[in-house]
């Protein structure tokens, strides 16, 4: 099964239009954030900026893709807020279930928005 956030590859080389003025005139910064997020500087409004500026994760303190594991973890395989934490923490990954807990309100609708109606069911049944 494919997952609607999966990293793509592509990904990597792909420009990024600034989301403050909508210009696809950026170029990519030598620099990339702590998370490892790449950065550019829009031509046109000078704005600097990173892969998830513009986006509900931005101001995260975890990645993109952990964000969205938790969710993926904690609704598809009903498991428990604390067990979720303790899952990510053996594999270095240090949150408390209250983080589990605002992080599943705050994404899972978008992460149903993403998806069709019938893997969002797949993804939640069980
Ligand atoms: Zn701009």
């Known amino acids: 099964m494919e997952y609607p956030f999966e990293k793509q590859t592509s990904d990597e080389e792909r420009p990024m239009n600034c989301p403050h003025c909508t210009s696809p005139s950026t170029k990519e910064q030598s620099k990339k954030t702590i998370l490892g997020y790449r950065t550019f500087r829009c031509a046109a409004c000078k704005h600097l900026l990173n892969e998830r500026t513009g986006t509900p994760f931005n101001s ?58 019938s893997s969002w069911k797949i993804l939640v049944r069980r």
């Open 60 to 117: 995260l303190e975890y990645p993109t893709d952990i964000v969205l594991l938790v969710i993926v973890w904690r609704l598809r395989n009903k498991l428990s807020l604390r067990d979720v934490a303790e899952m990510f923490l053996e594999r270095g990954w240090s949150f408390t279930h209250e983080t589990v807990r605002d992080c599943k309100a705050r994404f899972a609708p978008l992460l149903a928005g993403q998806t069709t109606r």
